[in-house]
C-alpha cells in the first residue's frame, strides 16, 4: 500500500513538472517603480523645518549612483530600505518654499526599469508670530485689507516699489513702467518740504493727487518725511547743518517742542486726505535714526523714541488718523532694540540697505538679525535700498522681504544699480507682485 501511494504521489509531481515546463510563466518585467506616497505630499504648505521627507514607492527600489537628487539648487542623499527612499536628516528653513527634484535616472526597480521624474513642492512653516491686527486702534478697512494682504503674501511673494525723485512724482514708477511694461505695486512720496508753507515753488497737492490716481489702480502708496529743522525752517535735516536739539522732546513747555508739534499737527492735515479718501498709507517717519545723521537721532535712541510715540500718539489719537501702517527703520547692529519703539507703536520693520559687493546678492544674513533682534514678531522690508536682491536668491535663500523699493534717480535707472535689464529681470518672477497682480483693496 505504501509502495502504491509513493507511486502516485510521484506520478502527480511528474505532470506538475510536465504542465509548467509546456506553459511556462512569464517573469519578465516591464514597469518602472511608481510613487504611491510622499512625506509631505506635491504642494504641501506649513511643513516643519524638521520634517523628514521619505517617498514610498510599489516596489522594491534601487538607487542609483549616477545621477543627483536635488532640493531647490542643492544636492542631497538619500538612502532606501525596500519600497521607501528616505532624504539624509536636513534643516529646512522657515517660510520658504522646496521643491524635490529626482530625475528619471535615479530610482528603479530590481529588474532595471527607471522611474520617471519626480517633483514634489512643499512650504515650510512661518516662524513669525506676526499680529493679525495693525497697532492702531479702530483702523481703517483698507488700512486693515492692504496689511492682510502684506501679511498674507509675507514669506513667499515680495512686492516692488519705487520712490518718488524728488518727492512730487511718479518719474521712477513711470520709467519703471516704460522699461518693462509693468508697474511696481508700491510708490512713496516724500513730504520733505511739506511744512516750509506758501512757497510757489513747491507743489503741495502732487502727493495726494498723485495717490488717488495710484490707488484707484490698486496700486501702494507709501509715505516717508525728511523732516526738516522744525524750529528755524532753515531747510537742515542732516544732523551736521543743524543744532535743533530733540531733546526738548520730553519738555512740552520749550519751543522746540512746541515748533515738533506745529509741523505733526501740518503733516496730519495732509494724512487726513488720505484717510478720507480711504487710502491707507505705508508710513515710514524718522527714518535711519540710529545713524545719527539725522536731527531725530542725534540724541541717541532715548529722545527718538519719545518723539515717535509723541507722533504716534498725535496722528492716531488726537487727530484720528486710522489709515497708517507704522514703519520703524532698523539696522542690525547690537543697539538696534534699544532704539525700537515698542511694538504697540510698530507695524513693520523696515531696514535701508544699500551693498557695495556683490550687489544683488541675497541679504539673508541681515534678515536673519532682524528676525532674532525682534523675536520674529513683526514683519521685514527693504524700506529702502541700492540694488536690490534678486528675488530668485530672496526665494533659495528664505529672505523674503514684504517689499523692497530701491532709491530714486540713479539707484532705480542705472545699470550700475538696477537699471533696465534687472527691472525686467525682476518683474519675470511669479512671485514678484507688480501692480497689475494687486487686488481691488478698497
Not at 34 to 58: E, H, K, W
Request: charge should be negative; aromatic fraction near 14%; charged fraction near 15%.
Amino acid at each position: 500500500m505504501a509502495n502504491r501511494t509513493f507511486v502516485y504521489c510521484y506520478f502527480f509531481l511528474a505532470v506538475l513538472i510536465l504542465l509548467f515546463a509546456c506553459n511556462p510563466v512569464d517573469n519578465s518585467d516591464k514597469y518602472p517603480p511608481a510613487l504611491m506616497t510622499s512625506t509631505p505630499f506635491d504642494g504641501a504648505v506649513s511643513i516643519g523645518i524638521n520634517t523628514s521627507i521619505s517617498l514610498q514607492f510599489t516596489e522594491q527600489i534601487v538607487l542609483s549612483t549616477t545621477g543627483k537628487i536635488r532640493l531647490n539648487d542643492a544636492v542631497v542623499s538619500a538612502t532606501v530600505s525596500a519600497r521607501s527612499l528616505v532624504i539624509v536628516p536636513l534643516t529646512l528653513k522657515h517660510n520658504t518654499a522646496y521643491t524635490l527634484v529626482i530625475p528619471n535616472n535615479v530610482i528603479s526597480d530590481i529588474a532595471g526599469n527607471f522611474a520617471n521624474e519626480i517633483k514634489i513642492s512643499f512650504v515650510t512653516t512661518d516662524s513669525f508670530d506676526i499680529s493679525s491686527s495693525l497697532v492702531t486702534p479702530n483702523a481703517s478697512l483698507q488700512a486693515v485689507k492692504l496689511y492682510s494682504f502684506l501679511r498674507q503674501n509675507y514669506g513667499t511673494k515680495v512686492l516692488s516699489g519705487t520712490m518718488a525723485n524728488y518727492s512730487t512724482n511718479i518719474t521712477e514708477a513711470t520709467w519703471v513702467h516704460n522699461q518693462t511694461g509693468k508697474w511696481p505695486a508700491l510708490t512713496t512720496f516724500d513730504f520733505i518740504d511739506h511744512t516750509n508753507p506758501n512757497q510757489n515753488w513747491i507743489n503741495y497737492k502732487a502727493p495726494f493727487t498723485l495717490s488717488q490716481d495710484w490707488w484707484n489702480n490698486n496700486g501702494i502708496v507709501g509715505l516717508m518725511w525728511h523732516w526738516r529743522d522744525p524750529l528755524t525752517k532753515s531747510g537742515a535735516f542732516y544732523t551736521a547743518d543743524t543744532s535743533f536739539d530733540i531733546r526738548k522732546v520730553t519738555d512740552s513747555t520749550s519751543v522746540e517742542f512746541k515748533a515738533m508739534i506745529a509741523d505733526i499737527d501740518l503733516i496730519a492735515g495732509y494724512l487726513k486726505q488720505y484717510k478720507d479718501a480711504g487710502i491707507p498709507v505705508i508710513w515710514r517717519p524718522l527714518h535711519e535714526a540710529s545713524g545719527g545723521w539725522f536731527w531725530w537721532g542725534a540724541h541717541g535712541a532715548e529722545p527718538c523714541k519719545a518723539l515717535w510715540k509723541l507722533m504716534f500718539n498725535r496722528l492716531v489719537v488726537y487727530h484720528g488718523l486710522n489709515n497708517l501702517i507704522w514703519v520703524w527703520t532698523s539696522d542690525t547692529n547690537s543697539s538696534a532694540l534699544s532704539w525700537y519703539p515698542g511694538d504697540q507703536y510698530v507695524d513693520v520693520i523696515g531696514m535701508d540697505v544699500y551693498p557695495t559687493t556683490d550687489l544683488h546678492g541675497s541679504q539673508i544674513i541681515a534678515f536673519d538679525k532682524l528676525r532674532e533682534i525682534f523675536n520674529n514678531k513683526k514683519m521685514l522690508t527693504l524700506s529702502e535700498c541700492g540694488a536690490a536682491p534678486d528675488p530668485a536668491l530672496m526665494k533659495s535663500k528664505g529672505d523674503m522681504w514684504s517689499w523692497f523699493m530701491p532709491w530714486n534717480g540713479d539707484y532705480t535707472e542705472s545699470d550700475a544699480q538696477n537699471g533696465a535689464t534687472w527691472w525686467k529681470k525682476y518683474f519675470s518672477y511669479e512671485y514678484v507682485i507688480t501692480r497689475d497682480k494687486m487686488p481691488d483693496l478698497k
